[in-house]
Structure formats: C-alpha cells, structure tokens
C-alpha cells in the first residue's frame, strides 16, 4: 500500500476504517477487509462483488459503497486491490469519484479473477 500511495502526486489524508465480515458481501473469502479514507467523516458502509454474466462466472468489478469526506467540490480516486490466501496482489483497479452529499456506490473495474482465489480486498480512497 504504501508503494501505491507513493506513487501518487496529490496530497491525501487517510484515516483506517475497518470493516466487519457482515460489511461485505460474501465471495467464500475472508472477512478480512483493510480500508483507508482520506478524512474521519469518509466512512465506507459495504464492498459487493459484481460478476461476469457467462460461464466461468469471474469477479470483473468491484462496487465500493461509500460517504465522501466532503459534500461538494472534491474528486477522490478509489483502489482496489484483491489478494489470495497468500497476499499476493491477483487483481486491481480504481475509478474517479466526484463528492456527493448523499452516500455513493463507486464501481472499480478488476481484471477478470476468480472468485475462489480472493480472499482479501484492500480499498484506498484518496482525495485529488
């Protein structure tokens, strides 16, 4: 993570977040979940998994529902990074975000994964 977030040219606050098992939708994963925001009010409420539509059905978006640290006038970057059982980045991805006042759901596109192999998600959000 820390590699991710030096290779970033923007400034960012992060506060860790964590979220219970009963937070994320079930992907026969653990419910280990690492999240970071960029400030306390960010507050990430649920991680769900979207699948392909066709056989062999593969994780290829994840949906990160969210609070934005700031109503209005603010863009974040949000990251996501799936592990297997042995930490080993399997997947990635990220999408922009405007703030919003209302609670948004920020779909990050993944290359095409297995859902047996993931077993952990880290999520980043940072402010630009």
Same mark, same amino acid.
């Given at each position: ?39 306390s009010t960010c507050q990430i409420t ?6 392909? *539509?066709?056989?062999?059905? /593969?994780? $290829?978006?994840? @949906? #990160? ?8 006038? %603010?863009?974040? *970057?949000?990251?996501?990074? /799936?592990? $297997?059982?042995? @930490? #080993? ?8 975000? %405007?703030?919003?006042?209302?609670q948004v759901t920020t779909t990050v ?9 993931v077993y952990r998600i880290e999520v ?5």
């Open positions: 993570m820390a590699v991710l977030l030096g290779l970033l040219v923007t400034a960012s606050y992060a506060v860790l977040i964590s979220l219970s098992s009963t937070d994320v939708n079930a992907l026969g994963g653990t419910g280990l979940v690492d999240v970071s925001c960029p400030a649920r991680v769900s998994w979207t699948l392909t *539509t066709s056989p062999p059905y /593969l994780v $290829d978006r994840v @949906n #990160v529902q969210w609070t934005t640290a700031k109503p209005i006038g %603010a863009t974040y *970057t949000v990251y996501v990074v /799936l592990y $297997d059982n042995n @930490n #080993v980045v399997v997947s990635s991805g990220s999408a922009t975000q %405007a703030a919003s006042p209302l596109d993944v290359s095409n994964i297995s859902p047996s192999v980043v959000i940072v402010e630009q």
